[in-house]
């Protein structure tokens, strides 16, 4: 457990000078995956095992068990899986750790991990902050409505611990905590891995990707300064008392539909990056080993291991029978807290682009039609037809009669 970094090549390379083959080396920091890749390349030929296991659970986890994702060599995991078993948190008596896939695919999901952890936690924020703006409920007030939220659907750490802050009082102004914490968001760099390896992937991981932009723009202290006073709507925006409760209940299922598209958005992008990357991931374990001990353990990650289960080549979460009626059942709300956060001037990023990103997904027909022919307009960049196989190109420049540029089979 060193920090990810050059600090985790030096240890490394003091163990190698003294281990002897067969002996194993586990990077348990928030390494890179590629910097795992490398390192479990360049140990192997000494004999000598590098597992990179990502680690998940904080203090807590610390005391009372994490959630492990090794990666590494199977023989390797022979030895250590029973160990890793006996410190791991324990989920429904099973324990939270399970053989991910071969050199860097402990760290990959582990990264991933934190990716959704982002976007769960800017969520929760986002949540937070409607309802404090739109009913002026007390940050107290509010720790009741996540404490019940964590009754139901939405029952998690996350939530769990969000409730908590919000009930801190500061002891040297007697204000709310949360309202003297200074309002810009660190980063120790896991997010924008995740949304760097999506790109590279090609994966739309569009909540988690604004989640991180979320905490990027919060630290833009000068950049806020100077935009303060640009104009936002023109009406105040309150929830007449009588609403209060639908409102709640509103950012309650919005909160939970856009959480499905984070989680699913996640476990496409560990799809793509098993494909990738030659690992035989096994999403439904994945979803099994992050029921506790983890910072994103949550009841509906049992959902997630059924819907894997019940079909293996799932090809979005997201389309799975549960999460279809959960979305279905709570699309209107979503839909209502997104329309009132824009014309309220309330940025919602994470709950705004998951809903964009679902119903860029259930689409019959998208714009990129267009986007096909501006390309095909201005580069030559050619497109593909509805209505039969080839690639035509459109003389623009000419008299815009079609060529076709590779001859369909038929
Ligand atoms: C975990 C956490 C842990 C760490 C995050 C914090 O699973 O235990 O994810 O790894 O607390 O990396 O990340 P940020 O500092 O980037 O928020």
Same mark, same amino acid.
């Given at each position: /457990?060193?920090?990810?970094?050059?600090?985790?090549?030096?240890?490394?390379?003091?163990?190698?000078?003294?281990?002897?083959?067969? +002996?194993?080396?586990? +990077?348990?920091?928030?390494?890179?995956?590629?910097?795992?890749?490398?390192?479990?390349?360049?140990?192997? !030929?000494?004999?000598?095992?590098?597992?990179?296991?990502? =680690?998940?659970?904080?203090?807590?986890?610390?005391?009372?068990?994490?959630?492990? /994702?090794?990666?590494?060599?199977?023989?390797?995991?022979?030895?250590?899986?029973?160990?890793?078993?006996?410190?791991?948190?324990?989920?429904? #008596?099973? !324990?939270?750790?399970?053989? %991910?896939?071969?050199?860097?695919? #402990?760290?990959?999901?582990? /990264?991933?991990?934190?990716?959704?952890?982002?976007? &769960? /936690?800017?969520?929760?924020?986002?949540?937070? &902050?409607?309802?404090?703006?739109?009913?002026?409920?007390?940050?107290?007030?509010?720790?009741?409505?996540?404490?019940?939220?964590?009754?139901?659907?939405?029952?998690?750490?996350?939530?769990?611990?969000?409730?908590?802050?919000?009930?801190?009082?500061?002891?040297?102004?007697?204000? !709310?905590?949360?309202?003297?914490?200074?309002?810009?968001?660190?980063?120790?760099?896991?997010?924008?891995?995740?949304?760097?390896?999506?790109?590279?992937?090609?994966?739309?991981?569009?909540?988690?990707?604004?989640?991180?932009?979320?905490?990027?723009?919060?630290?833009?202290?000068?950049?806020?300064?100077?935009?303060?006073?640009?104009?936002?709507? +023109?009406?105040?925006?309150?929830?007449?008392?009588?609403?209060?409760?639908?409102?709640?209940? &509103?950012?309650?299922?919005?909160?939970?539909?856009?959480?499905?598209?984070?989680?699913?958005?996640?476990?496409?992008? =560990?799809?793509? #990056?098993?494909?990738?990357?030659?690992?035989? @991931?096994?999403? #439904?374990?994945?979803?099994?080993?992050?029921?506790?001990?983890?910072? %994103? $353990?949550? $009841?509906?990650?049992?959902?997630?291991?059924?819907?894997?289960?019940?079909?293996?080549?799932?090809?979005?979460?997201?389309?799975?029978?549960?999460?279809?009626?959960?979305?279905?059942?709570?699309?209107?709300?979503?839909?209502?807290?997104?329309?009132?956060?824009?014309?309220?001037?309330?940025?919602?990023?994470?709950?705004?682009?998951?809903?964009?990103?679902?119903?860029?997904? $259930?689409?019959?027909?998208? !714009?990129?039609?267009? @986007?096909?022919?501006?390309?095909?307009?201005?580069?030559?960049?050619?497109?593909? $037809?509805? &209505?039969?196989?080839?690639?035509?190109?459109?003389?623009?420049?000419? +008299?815009?009669?079609?060529?076709?540029?590779?001859?369909?089979?038929?």
């Amino acid at each position: /457990m060193v920090q990810a970094g050059k600090g985790t090549d030096a240890v490394i390379s003091e163990l190698v000078s003294r281990f002897e083959p067969g +002996d194993i080396i586990v +990077d348990g920091g928030n390494a890179n995956f590629h910097d795992t890749i490398r390192r479990e390349a360049e140990i192997k !030929p000494t004999g000598i095992h590098f597992v990179g296991a990502g =680690i998940s659970g904080g203090e807590e986890g610390a005391l009372n068990g994490p959630s492990i /994702m090794p990666g590494g060599s199977v023989e390797s995991y022979e030895t250590l899986g029973p160990i890793l078993a006996s410190i791991a948190a324990v989920a429904e #008596g099973e !324990p939270c750790v399970t053989h %991910i896939g071969t050199d860097g695919a #402990g760290h990959f999901v582990k /990264m991933v991990h934190n990716g959704i952890e982002y976007a &769960d /936690m800017q969520l929760i924020a986002e949540a937070y &902050d409607l309802i404090r703006r739109g009913t002026g409920k007390s940050p107290s007030e509010i720790a009741d409505v996540f404490a019940e939220w964590n009754t139901g659907d939405l029952e998690s750490y996350l939530i769990e611990i969000t409730a908590e802050v919000l009930r801190q009082t500061d002891a040297a102004t007697g204000q !709310p905590l949360v309202d003297v914490i200074l309002d810009e968001a660190g980063a120790k760099g896991t997010g924008a891995w995740t949304v760097q390896n999506a790109l590279d992937l090609g994966v739309p991981v569009s909540g988690i990707a604004e989640a991180v932009f979320a905490r990027s723009l919060s630290s833009k202290r000068a950049q806020r300064e100077a935009a303060a006073d640009l104009p936002g709507p +023109d009406e105040a925006w309150t929830v007449a008392p009588e609403d209060t409760d639908a409102f709640i209940e &509103d950012v309650r299922q919005a909160l939970y539909a856009s959480k499905i598209i984070a989680y699913s958005q996640g476990f496409d992008e =560990i799809i793509a #990056g098993a494909e990738q990357y030659g690992w035989n @991931v096994h999403k #439904g374990e994945v979803a099994k080993i992050w029921r506790a001990g983890c910072i %994103i $353990r949550a $009841r509906f990650l049992n959902r997630i291991a059924e819907a894997y289960a019940d079909d293996p080549s799932l090809v979005a979460l997201a389309v799975a029978p549960y999460f279809r009626d959960a979305i279905a059942g709570g699309q209107s709300a979503w839909r209502r807290v997104v329309a009132t956060a824009a014309q309220a001037g309330i940025p919602t990023p994470a709950f705004s682009s998951s809903l964009a990103y679902y119903d860029g997904l $259930r689409a019959d027909r998208l !714009p990129a039609a267009l @986007v096909q022919g501006q390309r095909d307009f201005f580069g030559a960049h050619t497109y593909r $037809r509805v &209505d039969r196989d080839g690639v035509f190109h459109t003389l623009w420049s000419g +008299d815009r009669s079609e060529i076709e540029t590779t001859p369909s089979s038929h």
